[in-house]
């Protein structure tokens, strides 16, 4: 996609840059300012793209629907789930499975890997999971001797995504965007992504200042009023917990399918 002053583009063509095989970055932080109607278009596709490697600081609804599509073949996330509503049921069920590849992460681990990428680097030292099981299950992250103290470190590998989309506020037609105040880890992955999608709930002609993200960094502007829902987009809409719920009822009672296909309106 060409980068362009005006960079607005619809939803459709947004989603057609994630192709099978990508890192696909998912911005928002729990249940708030999730990308929902961005990968409800993915879903909506004739072939919507798989093999995806998910990348996320949380993980949430619009995750599992992706995770339930088989759209996902591995996540790298340190949180997987509805908050209070419980365990997200698709990631669940694939996890148990051994269908889905989980990457463990955490916290530190993520922040590391992009801070990497974001340096420049092929990995970040830190003494975070010294003393822990963690480099068991993750054979490719290796240790480093610090050639000033000669202490042992772990070497966090970079992390870096072909597609990132958030969810702001407001974004003008340039890419810059208000994402409020709870950024999450928006800005940092936007940083290390080939490619930003910002969907927002309006699009305005000039954004003059509380700009959360530089539109240097973004490929498409994507105006999706409730593009967050049923996730929140404070201030302008709270979580939708009717509708969490009766996503988690359909995954309960095998009904996944039927609950997409009146998602997306496709049958």
């Known amino acids: 996609m060409r980068l362009d002053p005006d960079r607005r583009v619809s939803l459709a063509e947004a989603a057609s840059l994630v192709q099978p095989g990508m890192t696909l970055a998912l911005g928002g932080n729990l249940l708030y300012r999730r990308p929902v109607a961005f990968v409800t278009e993915l879903l909506r596709q004739p072939h919507p793209p798989t093999d995806l490697t998910l990348l996320a600081f949380t993980a949430g609804y619009e995750s599992d629907l992706l995770v339930g599509a088989g759209c996902v073949a591995r996540t790298r996330t340190c949180y997987f789930g509805l908050e209070a509503f419980g ?3 698709m990631f669940t069920q694939a996890a148990s499975a051994g269908s889905l590849q989980v990457i463990e992460e955490t916290e530190a681990s993520i922040a590391m890997g992009i801070r ?3 340096a420049g680097v092929g990995f970040m030292p830190s003494h975070a999971w010294q003393g822990t099981d ?3 299950l993750r054979p490719d992250v290796k240790t480093v001797r610090d050639p000033y103290s000669g202490d042992e470190l772990i070497a966090f590998p970079a992390i870096a995504a ?3 989309v958030v969810h702001a506020l407001v974004v003008d037609r340039h890419g810059n965007a208000r994402l409020n105040k709870n950024l999450g880890i928006d800005p940092e992955l936007c940083v290390v992504a080939e490619h930003v999608i910002v969907t927002a709930e309006r699009v305005v002609d000039r954004l003059e ?3 959360d993200l530089p539109g240097l960094l973004v490929t498409g502007v994507v105006e999706a009023p409730r593009g967050a829902w ?6 302008d809409y709270p979580v939708a917990g009717g509708e969490i719920l009766r996503y ?3 995954c309960t009672d095998g009904q996944f399918a039927a609950y997409v296909n009146r998602l997306t309106g496709v049958s």
């Open 209 to 211: 200042d509380d700009a």
């Open 87 to 89: 365990l997200a049921p």
């Open 116 to 118: 990497a990428r974001m």
């Open 230 to 235: 049923p996730t929140s987009c404070y201030p």
């Open 162 to 164: 072909d597609v990132a």
């Open 248 to 250: 988690m009822d359909a």
């Open 134 to 136: 963690l480099p068991r």
